[in-house]
C-alpha cells in the first residue's frame, strides 16, 4: 500500500456559475461533514486529495470555464496529485454522456439532484436531520436561501427548465427553519435566490405564496435584511411589493431581469410580456416603494433581434433608469426553442451592442450615484480591502451591485456589522464614505 493511502481523504469542492450553484455545494458539503468527511470550499492549501468541481452549464462562457476547470483537476490527476476527481452540476447534468466520453480520468458524473448518489462514493449516507443545517461559505452574515428548483417557463433562450427540470417549491415550514438555523450561526441577511421567485408556492399551495412565505421570513429573529432574487415579470404578484412595504426588515430591491426593451424581442423570447406591460409593472413597483432598487439584466443578440429592436432597448433603458443593470449576449444553446432559430448576428455585433446598452447604464447610475451624496445610508460592512472597509446599502447585493468604500485607516468598523454612513463621493459603480 502506498503511504498516501494510508492518510485521511480530504475533499476540496469547487463552485461554478450562479449563487444557486453556491447553496448546492453548501449543502453537498454539509452532508460530507455530517458523515465525518474531511472537506473544504475552494481551498487553496493543495492538500486535498479528492475534488468535486460543482459545474455550471448555462451559456457558452460558462460551459467553457466548467470545462476548462475539469480538465485542471483531470491533468491534477493524472500527475498523481490528486488521487479522485467527480463533477457535479448543471453541466454535468445536461453532458453526461459526452463528457464520459471524452474526460475518462473523471471517476464520475452525477447531476444537479444527485448528492444521495455522490455521497455512496464516499460510503456516506444523505442525513435527513441536517436539512435545517448550512454550512456557510460566503461571509458568515449574508447567506443564500434557495426557496425553489427548477422552472416552468417557456423562455426561448433558456435550458435551465432542460437541467434543472419543473418548478418544485419548498415547503415554508423547512425555510422557516432554514433561516432560523442560519440566523443563530450569524446570518443577518437572507438572499432569496429561485430560477423563478413570483412562481413561488404554485405547486404546492395552488397559488403564488412569496408574500406569505416573506411574512414568515420576516418574523425570525436576528435576520436584519432579506433580499429578493430572480423574480420574473409576467404574473407579477404585487402583493410582494406590498409586504416589502409593510416590513423594515425586508429590503427596498428587486432582481427583476427584464431580457428586452423591445416587445418584438420579448414575444420571440417567449416571456409572457410585452414593452407596454413591463413599463407599467416598474412604474406601479415603484409607485408603492419609491426607494426601490430595481436590478434587471438585458439580452443582447437574440436570433431575429434587429437595428431597431436594440435601439429601441436603449430608448427603454434610458427611460426607465434602472438603478442595476447588467447584460449578455444571446449563447444559441441546443435543445432550446431559439436553438431552431438563425442565430445570424456575429459574436462582434453582439458584444458592441451590449457595450452600448452598459455605457448608457454607467451614464445612469452615476447620475443616481451622486444624487446619494450627502445622505446617510444603513451599511452592512462586508470585508476589508484595498485600504477600504466595504460595505453595501440595503440597495445593493454581494458581489453584483454597487459598493460603499469607507477608508480603513481612518475608522475602525467591524465585519458583519451595520454601521451609518454618509456619502461623500459618488462614480458609477461606488460610493464613498465616512460613518457618522
Known sequence: MKARGLKKDKVNVITLGCSK???????????LKGNNIDVEHESEKNDSNIVIVNTCGFIANAKQESIDM????????????????????????????????????????????????????????YKANLLGDRVTTTSNHYSYLKIAEGCDRPCSFCAIPLIRGKHVSQPIEDLVTQAESL??????????????LTYYGLDIYKKRNLADLLRRLSDVNGIDWIRLHYAYPAGFPMDVIDVMAERDNICNYLD???????SNVLKAMRRGIDRPKTEQLITDIRERVPEIAIRTTMIAGHPGETEADHEEMLRFVEKMRFERLGI???????????????????????????????????????????????????????????????????????????????????????????????????SEFDLFGKPV
Open 256 to 262: 427583476i431581469p427584464l431580457q428586452h426593451g423591445s
Open 328 to 426: 449578455f449576449t444571446y449563447s444559441h444553446e441546443e435543445n432550446t426553442h431559439a436553438f431552431s432559430m438563425e442565430d445570424s448576428l456575429s459574436e462582434e455585433i453582439k458584444q458592441a451592442r451590449a457595450n452600448e446598452v452598459m455605457q448608457l447604464q454607467e451614464g445612469i447610475s452615476l447620475e443616481l450615484n451622486q444624487a446619494k451624496v450627502g445622505r446617510i445610508y444603513k451599511t452592512m460592512i462586508d470585508r476589508k480591502e484595498g485600504g477600504y472597509w466595504v460595505g453595501r446599502t440595503e440597495f445593493d447585493s454581494p458581489e453584483v451591485d454597487n459598493e460603499v468604500l469607507i477608508p480603513a485607516n481612518d475608522y475602525l468598523l467591524r465585519l458583519g456589522d451595520f454601521a451609518n454612513i454618509e456619502i461623500e463621493d459618488a
Open 21 to 31: 450553484n453556491l447553496v448546492d455545494s453548501e449543502v453537498m458539503i454539509t452532508q
Open 70 to 125: 475539469i480538465l485542471k483537476f483531470a491533468e491534477e490527476k493524472e500527475a498523481g496529485n490528486i488521487d479522485k476527481l467527480f463533477v457535479t452540476g448543471c453541466l454535468s447534468q445536461r453532458y453526461k454522456e459526452e463528457l464520459t466520453a471524452e474526460i475518462p480520468t473523471v471517476d464520475a458524473f452525477f447531476g444537479t439532484n444527485e448528492v444521495p448518489a455522490l455521497l455512496q462514493r464516499f460510503k456516506a449516507d
Open 183 to 196: 440566523a443563530k450561526n450569524g446570518t443577518k441577511e437572507l438572499l432569496l435566490i429561485a430560477q423563478d
